[in-house]
């Protein structure tokens, strides 16, 4: 049979067989052996062990198109990063790591902001300008309102959909709110393994609809620049594709150099200080690794 690996806890691997049935599998052995690992969102063929407990042998991993180290998850479409507009107020230089860190690794990012009905249109506003040129598209919703979902919904639709963000911006609430049995399966799969009821500790993939599925992650609070050069957070940064071409060096990092189009960008309002400062400061630690 063939199925989607929705998670991985305590040497289990539970498939979904794309209608409505979950089997608890093993590994082979075979996958340690060639030092592989299933992932959570792997697709996989498995052979069923025992059809009345519903278990299993994972026996194949299909190829991944595409693959994050953190959380360790595969073949993710797109990811949904959940910021909150107020309570928490967003940490924009964490919201910019991950930005970052998604844009070199080509996956799409819809970058949702919940709690809109509590703040006003023009704190709104004020936080769609930062983000207008940023490469990613904008939502705002509002869980306790049930506001802005639809539209969600319809961007979820026919694919696997990372949800990331920091703790307390709501994450399990849209959940709970896009998929209302995910609390009861969660329940279910920790009584399975003997694991109490918590907050979210593991990766997990909830399905939706027919070729829709959602990953909770657990939250993160921090996020370290990758190990790379700082001429790729330069170019992963698309407000400067604008203006790029027209400063006087070519390899220009628009930080130091003199007469630098990206820097007038700034200064004029063209592009946002926030995300301009938050760019310096991610090249400044770049460069500062590479020394040490």
């Known amino acids: 049979m063939e199925g989607t690996i929705i998670r991985g806890v305590g040497g289990f691997y539970y498939v979904h067989d ?6 608890a599998c093993k590994a ?40 994050l180290v953190r959380p360790a998850v595969a073949n993710v479409d797109q990811v949904i990063l959940l910021f909150a507009l107020r309570r928490p107020a967003p940490n924009m230089n964490l919201l910019d790591r991950f930005l970052l860190m998604m844009r070199r690794q080509n996956i799409p990012v819809i970058l949702v902001w919940n709690k809109a009905d509590l703040v006003m249109e023009e704190d709104w506003e004020a936080v769609e300008k930062v983000y207008r040129d940023a490469g990613c598209q904008l939502l705002r919703i509002s869980v306790a309102e ?45 009584r399975k393994i003997q694991r109490g009821k918590q907050t979210t500790r593991h990766s997990e993939l909830f399905f939706l609809e027919e070729n829709t599925f959602l990953m909770d992650t657990p939250g993160f609070t921090s996020l370290d620049v990758f190990a790379g050069e700082p001429e790729e957070v330069r170019d992963g940064t698309p407000e400067f594709d604008l203006y790029r071409n027209e400063c006087r060096f070519l390899d220009c990092m628009h930080i130091g150099e003199t007469d630098c189009a990206v820097k007038r960008a700034v200064t004029g309002g063209l592009i946002s200080p926030v995300r301009y400062e938050n760019y310096c400061q991610m090249v400044e630690e770049v460069r500062r690794r590479k020394k040490y």
């Open 18 to 23: 794309g209608i409505s049935s979950i089997y």
């Open 28 to 67: 082979r052995g075979i996958f340690r052996n060639r030092q592989e690992k299933p992932l959570v969102g792997d697709r996989v063929f498995f052979e069923v062990t025992d059809p009345v407990d519903r278990e299993g042998n994972v026996t194949e991993i299909l190829p991944r198109h595409s693959e």
């Open 146 to 190: 049930d506001s802005g979902i639809e539209e969600l919904r319809s961007v979820l639709r026919g694919k696997t959909t990372v949800l990331a963000g920091p703790s307390g911006v709501g994450k399990s609430s849209l959940t709970n709110l896009l998929h209302p049995q995910a609390a009861m399966e969660t329940g279910a799969l920790s």
